[in-house]
């Protein structure tokens, strides 16, 4: 399954290093969620940390089967 690192933000592509940077500074992990959408269906997504099974990403707010960056 690929893993989405880039979205769209204000009408710019921006990596997910820059959006966790953008969360933290705001002090709301969820203040601006709405403002990210997928590189691909333009569907929303959210930024999500890396953990120890996963590098950061972002994943869909809601599945889209027909976007190959949902997972299924």
């Known amino acids: 399954m690929p893993t989405a690192t880039k979205c ?3 009408g710019n592509t921006i990596d997910i290093c ?3 940077i953008l969360r ?3 002090g709301n992990k969820k203040a601006n969620r709405k ?6 269906c333009y ?3 959210y930024a999500h940390r890396a953990s ?4 950061a990403h972002f994943e869909h707010s809601k599945r ?3 976007c190959s960056l949902s997972p299924e």
């Open 43 to 45: 569907q929303p997504v």
């Open 24 to 26: 933290e500074q705001v």
């Open 18 to 20: 820059e959006a966790l």
């Open 64 to 66: 889209n089967s027909d």
């Open 35 to 40: 403002d990210y959408f997928c590189i691909e």
């Open 8 to 10: 769209i933000m204000n």
């Open 52 to 55: 120890d099974s996963t590098a």
